[in-house]
T-cell receptor, first 111, second 114 residues
Framework: GENVGLHLPTLSVQEGDNSIINCAYSNSASDYFIWYKQESGKGPQFIIDIRSNMDKRQGQRVTVLLNKTVKHLSLQIAATQPGDSAVYFCAENPLRGKLIFGQGTTLQVKP | EPEVTQTPSHQVTQMGQEVILRCVPISNHLYFYWYRQILGQKVEFLVSFYNNEISEKSEIFDDQFSVERPDGSNFTLKIRSTKLEDSAMYFC????????????FGDGTRLSIL
C-alpha cells in the first residue's frame, strides 16, 4: 500500500504486504531527516534517519528514500506486521536545531 | 537502552494555575527540547535549551512559559498561568553532542486544563 502526499492521512495494508509512507518537506536548506513512529499514548520513537548526501538508507525492514529535487521523503516498511500499526511522522531538522514535523500518516495493518 | 522520562504522565489543572512538567533527559545528552501535540495534530516545537540557556523558541513559547535545568539531571517546563488552549501532550526530547544524531523523546505529559 502507498499514500501520496499529505492528503491521505490513513494507510491501510494487509499483514505481510509492503507499506510506503510518503512525506513532502518544505525547507530546501534541510539536510537531515528523521522518521518517527508514534504509538497510542507514547512519544515519537526514532525509526531511521538520512542525511542529504544520501538518497537511500536501509535499516531492519525499513528503508528511507530521499529525493531532494522534489523535496520528498518516503518510508518503506517490508512485510508489514500488526505491531507496525501506528502514526508515522517525518521530520526535517535544518541546522540541527528544532524538528519540523509533518502531519503524520496513520498506518493500519489488517490481519 | 537509555530513555527520556517524563513526569507526571497526566496533569489536571484549573485554568489560571501554574504547572511544572518534569523531564529527565538521557544522561550524556547536552541538547534539550520541549514540544507539544494538540490532540490529533502534529508535533510542534516549543523551545530548545543548551549550555544553560534557551537557544531557540517558537511563537507559542510566550512569557507564560519558562524552562529550567535546576540540577544535573532534570529539565522542567513551567506554565505560569494556564489557559484552556494549553491542553495538549507535552513531550521532552534530548540529543547528544554529535549533531548527526536524532532527538529522542519521552512518552509525554498529558496536560488537561479545566
Amino acid at each position: 500500500g502507498e499514500n501520496v502526499g499529505l492528503h491521505l492521512p490513513t494507510l491501510s495494508v494487509q499483514e505481510g504486504d509492503n507499506s510506503i509512507i510518503n512525506c513532502a518537506y518544505s525547507n530546501s536548506a534541510s539536510d537531515y531527516f528523521i522518521w518517527y513512529k508514534q504509538e497510542s499514548g507514547k512519544g515519537p520513537q526514532f525509526i531511521i534517519d538520512i542525511r542529504s548526501n544520501m538518497d537511500k538508507r536501509q535499516g531492519q525492514r525499513v528503508t528511507v528514500l530521499l529525493n531532494k529535487t522534489v523535496k520528498h521523503l518516503s518510508l518503506q516498511i517490508a512485510a508489514t506486521q500488526p505491531g507496525d500499526s501506528a502514526v508515522y511522522f517525518c521530520a526535517e531538522n535544518p541546522l540541527r536545531g528544532k524538528l519540523i514535523f509533518g502531519q503524520g500518516t496513520t498506518l493500519q495493518v489488517k490481519p | 537502552e537509555p530513555e527520556v522520562t517524563q513526569t507526571p504522565s497526566h496533569q489536571v489543572t484549573q485554568m489560571g494555575q501554574e504547572v511544572i512538567l518534569r523531564c529527565v533527559p538521557i544522561s550524556n545528552h547536552l541538547y534539550f527540547y520541549w514540544y507539544r501535540q494538540i490532540l490529533g495534530q502534529k508535533v510542534e516545537f516549543l523551545v530548545s535549551f543548551y549550555n544553560n540557556e534557551i537557544s531557540e523558541k517558537s511563537e507559542i513559547f510566550d512569557d507564560q512559559f519558562s524552562v529550567e535545568r535546576p540540577d544535573g539531571s532534570n529539565f522542567t517546563l513551567k506554565i505560569r498561568s494556564t489557559k484552556l488552549e494549553d491542553s495538549a501532550m507535552y513531550f521532552c526530547a534530548s540529543r547528544e553532542q554529535n549533531s548527526n544524531q536524532p532527538q529522542h523523546f519521552g512518552d509525554g505529559t498529558r496536560l488537561s486544563i479545566l
